[in-house]
């Protein structure tokens, strides 16, 4: 089972990036939860997760900026960040789980220019 992060890059603070996680190497659903993300010298954080019937939570410091969203027809799970400011910069990575086991994709590098 693979989570297949994409979608990061460079871009001027203001900005915006969109990011999406798929699944693949597995006919089962993965039950993609959200995102974290994880700047230089600092610990992995959570970035906005996402339950089976929808409902959002988002770190204090993307609320209104990023918006985390699945489609669950395509077992893919998206990042709409918006506004991005240089303190964005980070690995991104996606994660899922599926019968107690959790998944992490390979992260997605996000890196904002001021």
């Known amino acids: 089972v693979q989570l297949q992060a994409s979608g990061g890059g460079l871009v001027q603070a203001g900005g915006f990036l969109r990011l999406s996680c798929a699944v693949s190497g597995t006919t089962f659903s993965i039950n993609l939860v959200g995102w974290y993300r994880q700047a230089p010298g600092k610990q992995r954080e959570l970035v906005a997760t996402i339950t089976s019937g929808g409902n959002m939570n988002y770190a204090d410091s993307v609320k209104g900026r990023f918006t985390i969203s699945r489609d669950n027809a395509k077992n893919t799970m998206y990042l709409q960040m918006n506004s991005l400011k240089p303190e964005d910069t980070a690995v991104y990575y996606c994660?899922?789980?599926?019968?107690?086991?959790?998944?992490w994709g390979q992260g997605t590098l996000v890196t904002v220019s001021s």
């Open positions: 994660k899922g789980d599926r019968a107690a086991v959790t998944y």
